[in-house]
């Protein structure tokens, strides 16, 4: 079964918008929830992450907002740009687990 | 900093033979490795858990004799996909996890890999 649900699955939006992503999860014992960028023929890469002492957590452009107590967290990306335009993956682990469990990923067009 | 390789990016072979693909941490110390693998518009998919020096952990349905796993040092980790057939074409992708971090995983550019 999916521990992470991600939603939407794909997002257009114009040029100085804000994309909005949303995961949601089940496993209170998951304390570490990253972000992941991955445009195609790539692999991901590591765009912001945040642990569950913090609702928030800002790095640029980008924005976690996490809420522990209805085990949800989002993404913001402000001013969204044409370069951002990728498939986003939240996730979710443990620290004494170590493995990371994805969402389905969003994919994300900013038009110009 | 936290950059990882894989090589080949890409190869193509023929069904029966097996292809090897490399992943090195370039510029840290990783303990352990992942081993993913993608589908088209889909998520990653964990296939094993590569633990330096000691046998790799496999994930729920994958074949531990195809996909072969070794893990010889803190910077390099193999998977070898043996006897391969077109059903494992696939995006294959590869992390590290900061030795000492706090589950940061920082993954390859992936290789691809046809099986004609």
């Known amino acids: 079964q999916q521990q992470v649900k991600q939603s939407p699955q794909s997002l257009i939006v114009q040029k100085g918008g804000i994309s909005i992503i949303n995961c949601a999860y089940e496993n209170t014992a998951f304390d570490y929830f990253p972000w992941y960028q991955q445009f195609p023929g790539k692999g991901p890469a590591l765009l912001i992450a945040i642990r569950p002492d913090v609702s928030e957590k800002k790095e640029g452009r980008f924005t976690i907002s996490f809420n522990k107590s209805a085990k949800q967290f989002s993404l913001h990306i402000m001013d969204s740009q044409p370069g951002d335009s990728a498939t986003y993956f939240c996730?979710?682990?443990?620290?004494?687990?170590?493995?990371?469990?994805f969402g389905a990923g969003t994919q994300v067009v900013v038009t110009p | 900093g936290a950059v990882v390789s894989q090589h080949p990016s890409r190869v193509i072979c023929k069904s029966g033979t097996s292809v090897k693909i490399e992943c090195r941490s370039l510029?840290?110390?990783?303990?352990?490795m992942f081993w993913y693998r993608q589908f088209p518009k889909q998520s990653l998919m964990l296939m094993a858990t590569?633990?330096?020096?000691?046998?790799?952990?496999?994930e729920q349905g994958v074949e531990k004799d195809k996909f072969l796993i070794n893990h010889a040092s803190l910077t390099l980790s193999t998977l070898t996909v043996t006897s391969a057939h077109p059903e494992d074409s696939s995006f294959y992708i590869c992390?590290?996890?900061?030795?000492?971090?706090?589950?940061?995983?920082?993954f390859g550019p992936g290789t691809r890999l046809t099986v004609l």
């Open positions: 590569s633990n330096e020096g000691s046998k790799a952990t496999y």
């Open positions: 992390s590290a996890q900061l030795a000492g971090g706090y589950n940061e995983q920082f």
């Open positions: 996730a979710a682990s443990m620290n004494s687990w170590g493995k990371l469990q």
């Open positions: 510029d840290f110390q990783a303990t352990t």
